[in-house]
């Protein structure tokens, strides 16, 4: 069960982050509307939301999910790999401070995007991005297995970053798309395939009770109710024009 969530509010800088995609500029308005209605969602699901201030000198810092990894026990605060995210970390090792007492840190040369982390149960499994590097995944497994967890590394091919195109679900359940539906990591797992035209709605997240998804994927909505998990739909287009996904907008713990 997540009892807390951080989320932090977008700021007008917002439209001018890092993207890759063709999708246009995104509306700021709109995104601020996006963004009360996923903290809105996220309540439904029984969470307490701390909602950080918007901080215009980060324009991608809306995107909390990168800058740490969070277990019950304890928070690795990353080292993300993008030069202009990676302060991003000090709002959110403060927000975290009356949550944590134990703190550990990703450091250079290693940098580590907090969405190249996918945890299912006590196994984790880290992504080599774009963003992660090679000594990045390394010092979180090493992190991770010093608290009695698992973790594998596995070099992404096409995705962004490693939850851009997986998420679990509970249950040895995991939503797959792309290069992890045949991939050998996640043999064990029951999983939901997403084809390719809902490749977004892969990047779901699981609190409590529901699922969270971006609206517009009836095919994926379908097959998550089918498998008995209750959906919340979202509106996500002005954060999708920025790379971001339902993942990358909060952190659960
Ligand atoms: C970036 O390029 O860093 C942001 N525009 C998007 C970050 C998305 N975060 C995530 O997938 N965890």
Known sequence: MFKNVIVKKPAPSFVTGLTTSDLGKPDFEKALIQHRNYVEALKACGVAVTELEADDRYP??????????????????????????????????????????KFHYITQPGTLDGGDVLQAGNQFYIGISERTNGEGARQL????????????????????????????????????AGEFIEH??????????????????????????????????????????????????????????????????????
């Open 60 to 101: 991608d810092s809306v995107f909390v999910e990168d800058a740490a990894v969070l277990t019950p026990e304890f928070a690795v605060i990353t080292n993300p790999g993008a030069d202009t995210r990676n302060r991003e970390i000090e709002a959110i090792e403060e927000a975290l401070k009356p949550f944590y007492e």
């Open 141 to 176: 497994k090493e992190i991770l297995e010093s608290e009695g967890y698992e973790a594998e590394i596995l070099p992404l091919e096409r995705f962004f970053h490693l939850k851009t195109g997986i998420a679990y679900l509970g249950d040895n359940k995991l939503a797959v």
């Open 184 to 253: 050998p990591a996640f043999g064990q797992y029951e999983k939901i395939v997403i084809g390719p035209e809902d490749e977004y709605s892969a990047n779901c997240i699981h609190v409590n009770d529901f699922v969270i998804i971006p609206s517009g994927y009836p095919e994926t909505k379908r097959q998550l109710e089918q498998a008995g998990r209750k959906t919340i739909e979202v509106d996500m287009t002005e954060f999708r024009k920025q790379d971001g996904g339902l993942s990358c907008l909060s952190l659960r713990f």
